[in-house]
């Protein structure tokens, strides 16, 4: 069973930085493509960034595009976000999913295993 798990979230003040990993436990890992999703209180699960296998292309929702930088490592299993200039509006919960597919997918449902996410805080 391949499992995913995020690290890195925290509390951050505005303007401020972190940065997501997400390690995938599959010996396939660069033939899978990897998405990062939110899901805010009381809001729909939306979103973020992904990036297909072999890292040659990637997309962005239109309001991190600017702000966040999705990457990979496949030597090392993993996923990573960065963000930057970070707004109490990205307050959410961070979630890595990942599509056996390979492909730069922007919809949840075509993910096939899911992490149990990481909380971002943005605050003063």
């Known amino acids: 069973q391949v499992q995913v798990a995020e690290s890195g979230g925290g509390l951050v003040q505005p303007g401020g930085s972190l940065k997501l990993s997400c390690t995938v436990s599959?010996?396939?890992?660069?033939?899978?493509?990897l998405g990062w999703f939110r899901q805010a209180p009381g809001k729909d699960r939306e979103f973020i960034a992904t990036?297909?296998?072999?890292?040659?292309?990637?997309f962005y929702a239109d309001s991190v595009k600017g702000r966040f930088i999705i990457s990979r490592d496949d030597t090392k299993h993993a996923g990573y976000l960065q963000l930057n200039n970070l707004k109490p509006e990205d307050t959410a919960i961070y979630y890595c999913?990942?599509?056996?597919?390979?492909?730069?997918?922007?919809?949840?449902?075509?993910?096939?295993?899911w992490g149990q996410g990481t909380q971002v805080t943005v605050s003063s």
């Open positions: 999913a990942a599509n056996q597919d390979g492909e730069d997918y922007l919809y949840a449902g075509a993910y096939d295993f």
């Open positions: 990036i297909r296998r072999g890292a040659n292309r990637s």
């Open positions: 599959t010996p396939i890992f660069s033939t899978f493509g």
